[in-house]
């Protein structure tokens, strides 16, 4: 990497976006990213002075071609996206709106850009659904046997960028991410909400029963601080066309985290599954190996899981 190299974030005043950004400045490149008009920008309040955010949607293909061809990144890093699985099979037009017509707007956009060192997809370990014991822990090999819209979603922009890559030589590296969370993270996934409702039991006159869906699900859980510095490292070090996993290598079961929680926050509270929040297309198990990551480019999680947790209570608490 050229000091200054020049990085560009779709999806920069997101969670990962943001903490994406900061891990970059920190390692001297220049940060630029893009945001949907009115989005937040308070993610990155603490970095704010030292990125330049262009805010039109990815959805508008002359937009895009606007952008990028007058910023030609250096390193372009595709986090913009539909994320959340539950939300998806509400709003599964917009999320393949987003999430593969935004893709290829950008990849069109990029597709002349011959500064380019690394295009790099973020997709999802949720494109691999429901998989047998003996796949475990799973390896970027696994076919996708996608059961969410957003899976569906992600399965289908690995193609396109697959495509771009073949017909016009994007440098393209893609990176199936394993469940992530930390400071920032929105309630519209599963440990945030669980944080949120468990400081709201802690205040005067706050439930002190909670409802929740199935604790019976495993999954693999790292922090997302590991997981950006594993997107910079690909970006930076990966082999064109290949796919890498990063991951903490761990199932933990949902119920074990949410006991972790309330026993961290010392606050007394029921738990009440409801069955309204039961997802149909839940995977059962989700586990993956970092083996190739490691070995290639020397990244594993550094970051506890008890860390995270204390971290992320934390953050709702100022909220």
Same mark, same amino acid.
């Given at each position: ?26 390692? $001297? ?10 989005? =937040? ?11 330049? &955010? ?18 030609? /990144? ?18 599964? *037009? ?9 893709? %290829? ?13 690394? +295009?790099?997809?973020? =997709? ?5 659904? %429901? ?5 475990? /822990? ?14 569906? =979603? ?14 016009? @030589?994007?440098?393209? =590296? ?17 440990? /945030?909400? +669980?944080?949120? #409702? ?6 005067? $006159? ?20 590991? &997981? ?9 070090? @990966? ?9 903490? @290598? ?19 509270? %029921? ?8 997802? #149909? ?6 586990? @993956? ?14 970051? *506890? ?15």
């Amino acid at each position: 990497m050229s000091k200054n190299a020049k990085a560009y974030i779709t999806g920069i005043c997101g969670f990962a976006g943001s903490w994406l950004a900061a891990e970059l400045i920190s390692r $001297g490149y220049t940060v630029r990213g893009a945001a949907l008009p009115g989005e =937040s920008d308070k993610l990155l309040n603490r970095i704010k002075s030292q990125v330049n &955010i262009d805010r039109f949607d990815i959805t508008d293909e002359s937009a895009c071609r606007r952008v990028f061809a007058r910023q030609k /990144p250096e390193y372009l890093f595709h986090l913009a996206a539909i994320a959340s699985v539950g939300q998806s099979f509400g709003i599964a *037009t917009q999320t393949f709106d987003i999430n593969v017509n935004g893709t %290829r707007n950008i990849l069109e956009a990029i597709k002349g850009n011959k500064g380019l060192q690394r +295009f790099l997809c973020v =997709s999802s370990s949720d494109i691999y659904g %429901r998989v047998k014991p003996d796949d475990l /822990p799973l390896k970027p090999t696994q076919l996708p046997n996608p059961v969410s819209p957003y899976a569906k =979603s992600k399965v289908a922009a690995e193609y396109l960028v697959g495509l771009y890559a073949d017909q016009y @030589g994007i440098p393209v =590296s893609i990176v199936r991410p394993f469940n992530h969370t930390g400071p920032g993270q929105n309630d519209n996934f599963v440990i /945030p909400s +669980f944080c949120k #409702k468990i400081l709201a039991a802690g205040k005067p $006159g706050g439930k002190k029963v909670m409802g929740v869906g199935n604790l019976d699900v495993y999954r693999d859980i790292s922090d997302v601080r590991d &997981i950006v510095r594993g997107y910079r490292l690909i970006a930076e070090k @990966g082999t064109p066309g290949e796919i890498y996993h990063l991951c903490s @290598g761990k199932a933990r079961r949902i119920g074990d985290i949410l006991n972790k929680l309330i026993e961290f926050s010392d606050i007394p509270i %029921r738990i009440q599954k409801d069955r309204k929040l039961f997802r #149909k297309t839940d995977i059962p198990v989700l586990r @993956g190996s970092f083996h190739k990551t490691r070995t290639e480019l020397g990244w594993k999680p550094e970051i *506890t899981i008890d860390h995270t947790l204390r971290d992320c209570l934390t953050f709702w608490r100022s909220q």
